[in-house]
């Protein structure tokens, strides 16, 4: 595969991670997660897999690394998965959350020059 492909590919994993997150934030925030618990048991359920470090799956590993790089510690991806499958989410669970999304767009950006070559 070559490198802009790989790059592609992450590129859109990346996006769709990020996406779901902001829509799970929004239903969050509006109150309107318990009407769309689908998205936030999808998003629950993926932050469980990149928890588990048994998982052989590439985006959950991918996304494992990419967090614990970034988040320096304060994002604990099991945790807020089980509180989105739970529907036990406060202000904390939105601020990591936000802290979230706030690593997903730093690195879609980061990817998103890489693929232009800069």
Known sequence: MSNPSVHSGLYSAVRG???LVDRVL?????????ERGDRR???GNLLVRVADTSNRDVNSNVFRVLVRDSSKGQF?????????LADDTGKDSIDKLELLAGILEIERTSMLAR???R
């Open 17 to 19: 991670l990020a996406e």
């Open 26 to 34: 929004l239903d969050l925030k509006s109150g309107l997660a318990t």
């Open 41 to 43: 048991r999808q998003l």
């Open 76 to 84: 604990d991806p099991g945790a807020i998965g089980k509180q989105l």
């Open 115 to 117: 693929m232009r070559g």
